[in-house]
């Protein structure tokens, strides 16, 4: 399975962007489509997930009401919503997903199918 982000870049405080991810060769309709991000001298965090299933979605506390996390099931393909960005959000964002839902969605180490990341850059 390979996952394909995309639509990073620099942008300014307060503005928005959007990611996708494109799942080719595996349809992840019963498990956990997410993002996380990095940045620089950090671990990697959660950003956002959806519970494919159940069509319930989360949020790292850091972007809530801020970031939207959303799917496409016709084109295998979720998206990350970001708006009102801080410098704080400059990382590499990642998208990963699993086959089926774990309680603990928020860490990375339940994931085995990882995108390549895309830059994400806030200046203030």
């Known amino acids: 399975v390979q996952l394909q982000a995309s639509g990073g870049g620099l942008v300014q405080a307060g503005d928005s962007l959007r990611l996708s991810c494109t799942a080719n060769g595996r349809a992840f309709s019963t498990g956990a489509m997410t993002w996380f991000r990095q940045g620089p001298g950090k671990e990697r965090e959660f950003v956002a997930g959806?519970?494919?299933?159940?069509?319930?979605?989360y949020y790292g506390d850091s972007v809530k009401g801020r970031f939207s996390i959303s799917r496409d099931n016709g084109k295998n393909t979720w998206y990350l919503q970001m708006n009102s960005l801080k410098p704080d959000d400059t990382a590499v964002y990642y998208c990963?997903?699993?086959?089926?839902?774990?309680?603990?969605?928020?860490?990375?180490?339940?994931?085995?199918?990882w995108g390549q990341g895309t830059q994400v850059t806030v200046s203030s």
């Open positions: 959806i519970r494919s299933g159940a069509m319930m979605k």
């Open positions: 990963a997903a699993r086959v089926r839902w774990t309680v603990e969605y928020y860490s990375p180490k339940h994931y085995d199918n």
